[in-house]
């Protein structure tokens, strides 16, 4: 594990719960950043600047990760294990929107608004995550703007392939029960 960062020992809830996500070998997290769709287009300086903002943190099997209605402060990239997004229903009944696996990414929204979350994550099994903050892409954004056009430009790519594929799946479900969107 690695040293406290400043803001860590700074911050009294988040500094106990998240850990600098540098190491030694920080090839390992630019490797895994370069995998990512809204960071591939990032050199390996920029991957770097990237990955000096990321922040580590393990889960156990079952341990919710975030949950429905709570606001989004951060982005998730699964470094090892897997992850269950799902909607909160009535009688704690949950619809399972996606499973995802190392190298997947969630929770992208929180780096643009500080809405509500949509769903809640859990993870399915012994999992790490890096964490990307809004406040912290927010001072990556004012430092290196071309870095943060890079991002953003990609980010909006992501969430408008997610937005058609949801809009498709609904439109099925539709068809489904017989009803017109």
Do not use: H
């Amino acid at each position: 594990m690695t040293k406290q960062s400043k803001k860590e020992s700074q911050d009294p809830f988040w500094g106990n719960v998240f850990k600098s996500g540098k190491s030694d070998d920080s090839g390992i997290d630019s490797k895994l950043l370069g995998k990512i769709p809204i960071f591939k287009n990032l050199t390996g300086r920029e991957l770097k600047a990237v990955s000096e903002i990321l922040y580590d943190r393990k889960y156990e099997a079952g341990e919710s990760i975030f949950l429905m209605n709570q606001p989004g402060a951060a982005m998730f990239i699964i470094r090892s294990g897997r992850v269950q997004i799902c909607i909160e229903g009535e009688n704690e009944k949950r619809a399972v929107l996606a499973e995802l696996e190392e190298g997947n990414f969630f929770g992208e929204i929180a780096l643009l608004e500080n809405s509500p979350r949509s769903a809640s994550a859990y993870a399915l099994t012994n999992t790490e995550l890096l964490a990307v903050f809004r406040s912290d892409l927010d001072k990556l954004i004012s430092k290196e703007p071309y870095i943060a056009a890079k991002i953003m430009k990609q980010l909006a790519v992501v969430i408008g392939v997610r937005l058609k594929e949801t809009n498709k799946m609904l439109n099925q479900q539709s068809q489904k029960d017989g009803k017109k969107i």
